[in-house]
């Protein structure tokens, strides 16, 4: 039952989130404790129904998994990410492999900046 609510939380969010953003939300609506979203999220992250991502802040960030490679664009004044899905570096993935022999299973590529809204709050 607690594994549907934290589900369907990340299932219904336009962003990446936190585990505390998730333990916000869904203890709103019923009695769990962080500890419980933990182990929940890495069980979703087993069951490859979530994706967990740590970005450059260390910070772990939950998202719905699907088959989709993406890269990420974030604010350095609000934290919110967005996702983009222009990549390059596939090419020079495959060039690795070709050159060194070494099977890359994948990479993370984070853009750092402000947002078009928290520019135009400034």
Known sequence: ??????F???KNSTNSLTAEEIYNDVSQNID???STVYRTLNNLVDKNLVTKVVRQDKIAYYE???DEHKHYLICDKCNNA?????C???KIARKIKRETGFSITGHTLEFHGICPECRENA
């Open 8 to 10: 369907d939380v990340i």
């Open 82 to 86: 967005y996702p983009t899905d222009m």
């Open 32 to 34: 769990v404790n962080l």
């Open 1 to 6: 039952m607690k594994k549907d609510f934290i």
């Open 64 to 66: 719905l998994a699907n």
């Open 88 to 90: 390059d570096l596939d």
